[in-house]
């Protein structure tokens, strides 16, 4: 057990009030006064690409309901416009530069985050929630030597908060292709160990590479190491064949593990992190989804990601306690169609603009590349049918739903998350006035109100290996008036010398600002 979980003041709170815990607590109606929490987190998804922020090219209509339910952001960032910074971010309330090697991480990297953090998922048990994790962790897994795929998965989310994980341990185009329930692969022979290596071939699987003619999908750029389901990954695996998942089925088992998590939990309270493999490459939506949107895999995989929301939302009216329930829908960074696999996601566009009007996407230091989709939910409590215009960072989830549960932040944890939970709950019109955005190759960019910043860079000018995305990396500096210019299309920087300078300081000075840059 952490520390601070220990403390001699929370001793004796409890010993003075046994039964003042929030959760424990009904209002005159019945009602829990801390509500339970699912964060539905997709992968991929950009500002443009559901109905509700305007996306033409797929119905969403579970999406579309929360929102019409709740609040739709419309100035909702995610930390990074890539998957393990923003998601580091999110669940320590850190940002994610502030701490090195925390890029897109391989799929045999040990645990990124220190153990000894206060995180997302610490909240919440802090306030005696049941806590868990379905999907996407991208984070690493294991001590210092790595995972273990044939051993303890150990440390993992369930030393970070979360009383049950279960795991796509990296991402679903990097191997190993298995899942990991709390700390051990699941259905793993233990006669056909996994072996993984991200430097060398191990063991005689085919690779993409020498056998083209074994694939289902073909790669565009990189993709062309092990082959599994007729898919080449990133990486090499060899054994654990009865351990393999059907990337049909990923959607179908995610949603299965939450149903089950949420009816072992509708009794007490409890917190739900719901990470999706949709949108991202391989896009290998279920059967059923295949062909329904007109726009390939990309499209289909848009729809079973709303299934998916769907099902969550009927299951929590089933039990009753869909208003007694927060839900927070968002995705980790902006969309990329041609992610490395020839599925025609830019052929079959259409009119339809996963950008969503503006510019950039996942991997860019432009507005796409980290403005996305942000709905809060509550029935009852949060305003139906409100749109916010709020700057609001998911940097900022642990402080403000630890206001929301009661758990006191311990000092010097979450030292990039503000308490934004007026902003959140649709009470307030005025969230944060500054944040950072991380792009690829660490370029951190600074938004102040309707001013962004992107410091100058001479990276190019488009993603170098071969995705169809500006990066937003310019040799002169960059200023854009988001609310007059959200395409970011003039730059304004030499009309506003003065801005430039003082944005470029402000921005250094928050960096500058690193507790825990040692780490
Ligand atoms: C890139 C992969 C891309 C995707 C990304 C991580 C290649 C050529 N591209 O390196 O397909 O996996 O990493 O995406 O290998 S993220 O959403 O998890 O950050
Ligand atoms: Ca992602």
């Not at 610490?122 to 051993?151: E, R, S």
């Not at 259409?350 to 029935?379: C, M, N, V």
Request: charged letters at 20%.
């Amino acid at each position: 057990m952490k520390q601070w979980a220990a403390s001699g003041l929370c001793i004796c709170l409890i010993l003075l009030f046994p039964s003042c815990h929030p959760s424990d607590q009904t209002d005159d109606s019945g009602r829990l006064p801390t509500p339970n929490v699912v964060l539905i987190y997709a992968d991929d998804l950009g500002y443009g690409d559901l109905a509700c922020y305007g996306g033409t090219g797929v119905a969403t209509p579970n999406i579309d309901a929360l929102a019409r339910q709740g609040t739709r952001f419309t100035r909702a960032y995610a930390s990074s416009a890539t998957c393990t910074p923003s998601r580091y971010s999110m669940l320590t309330g850190r940002y994610a530069f502030r701490t090195p090697g925390t890029g897109v991480a391989p799929g045999d990297a040990s645990l990124l985050i220190d153990t000894s953090y206060f995180t997302l998922a610490d909240v919440f048990q802090q306030a005696g929630y049941h806590t868990g994790i379905v999907g996407k962790w991208h984070l690493g897994l294991g001590g210092p030597d790595g995972p273990d795929w044939n051993g303890i998965l150990r440390p993992g989310p369930l030393e970070l908060g979360f009383d049950y994980a279960f795991l796509i341990p990296a991402t679903n185009d990097r191997v190993p292709c298995v899942f990991v329930e709390d700390h051990a692969v699941v259905g793993l022979d233990p006669h056909d160990p996994i072996r993984v290596s991200y430097r060398e071939k191990v063991g005689e699987q085919p690779t993409g590479k020498a056998h083209p003619e074994l694939l289902r999908m073909h790669p565009s750029h990189g993709h062309d190491q092990t082959i599994v389901n007729g898919i080449s990954r990133i990486g090499y695996m060899t054994g654990g064949q009865e351990a393999l998942w059907r990337d049909e089925d990923i959607g179908d088992t995610l949603v299965s593990k939450s149903v089950q998590f949420i009816r072992a939990n509708h009794t007490q309270p409890f917190f739900l992190f719901l990470s999706t493999v949709d949108v991202h490459v391989p896009r290998t939506p279920n059967e059923r989804f295949a062909g329904t949107s007109g726009m390939g895999p990309r499209g289909d995989a848009i729809a079973e990601l709303d299934w998916m929301v769907g099902q969550i939302r009927s299951e929590l009216e089933r039990y009753g306690i869909l208003d007694q329930t927060l839900i927070l829908f968002s995705s980790d960074n902006g969309p990329v169609t041609d992610d490395g696999y020839q599925d025609q996601s830019d052929e079959l566009l259409g009119d339809h603009q996963p950008r969503g009007g503006l510019r950039g996407g996942k991997y860019s230091a432009l507005e796409a590349g980290t403005r996305i989709p942000f709905i809060a939910s509550w029935p009852g409590r949060i305003p139906a049918d409100q749109t916010s215009n709020a700057l609001m960072s998911q940097v900022d989830l642990v402080r403000s739903l630890a206001a929301l549960v009661g758990t006191t932040v311990p000092e010097g944890q979450a030292t990039d998350s503000e308490e934004q939970l007026p902003a959140l709950l649709g009470d307030s019109a005025t969230g944060r006035i500054q944040l950072i955005q991380e792009a690829i190759q660490h370029v951190l960019t600074y938004v102040e109100g309707d001013w962004k910043y992107i410091p100058p860079h001479d990276g190019p000018r488009m993603v170098s290996w071969g995705v169809a995305n500006e990066t937003g990396f310019d040799a002169s500096p960059q200023l854009y008036h988001l609310s007059n210019d959200p395409g970011e299309q003039f730059n304004v920087a030499d009309q506003y010398p003065e801005q430039v300078k003082e944005m470029a300081a402000k921005l250094e000075a928050l960096i500058a600002q690193s507790p825990q840059a040692s780490h």
